[in-house]
């Protein structure tokens, strides 16, 4: 027993860090300080600009659809016109030969 | 194999035979003509159109409506500084193709002191419409309108003096045509 406790005893005396040790400590720290502040700054431009370049996309496509909605409206109106137009020339022989 | 095959062009033949085709004759009088319309408006474009017309408009709505029953919509019209500039066999083409006992032909008028002709064919499935053809024939001007679908008539003379359309309304039972002015 008291054999094992002089083990355990040498195992964890207190030890003296080597020179410099706390140097090095306070110098990787300083190193690493400035990265953990910008990363998270980029994280957000990337995102701010690629919702951004998602509702860029989302206009042009609207936009394409709303042009392309007013043509097939505007040939659907000029076609319904072309053929009431020609229902009428009928009616207007269809009278004359009548009278 | 080949059974299955021929089961299918005989389901698919009839379908594609009904189909009334422009001539490809009228790709030359596009190029003869000083102008000309040409609309080709399928089931989705024509989707398209109705979703951009309002329900609670009255005479959107009722375009919507008209446009609702409606499969397909080409419109041929050309326009010639000249007179000749089409054959009779350019109509022709086109007739012939709607000899079909589906095809009943409504209306016909020559006038040969106008040199005009107008031809109305309906296409009756049962008690349904489901098709309208018009050729209207004028020295300098041919047009050949098709309708795939359901169109009613009466409909369309309610859309009278909107959107430019003049006032046309469709008698029921004997099919005269009975128009107003614009």
Redesign the interface.
Known sequence: MSRLDDELRQALRPAAPSDGFAERVLARAAARQPNAVRRPGLRWVAAAAAILALFVVWLDREHDRKV???S??E????????????????????Q??NQ | MTRIIACFALVLLPAWAQEIKFPASFEKLAAKAVETVDLKLDSSTLKTAGAFLSSKEPDQAKAKKLVSGLKGVYVKSFEFAKEGEYAESDLEAIRSQLNAPEWVQTVKVRSKKDGESVDIYFKKQGEATTGMVIISAEPTELTVVRIDGTIDLEQLGELGGQFGIPNVHMEHGDKKLRTTGK
């Open positions: 392309a909605t007013e097939a409206k040939q659907v109106v000029l076609a319904l016109r072309i053929t009431a137009e020609k229902l009428q020339l009928v009616r207007e022989k269809v004359q030969v």
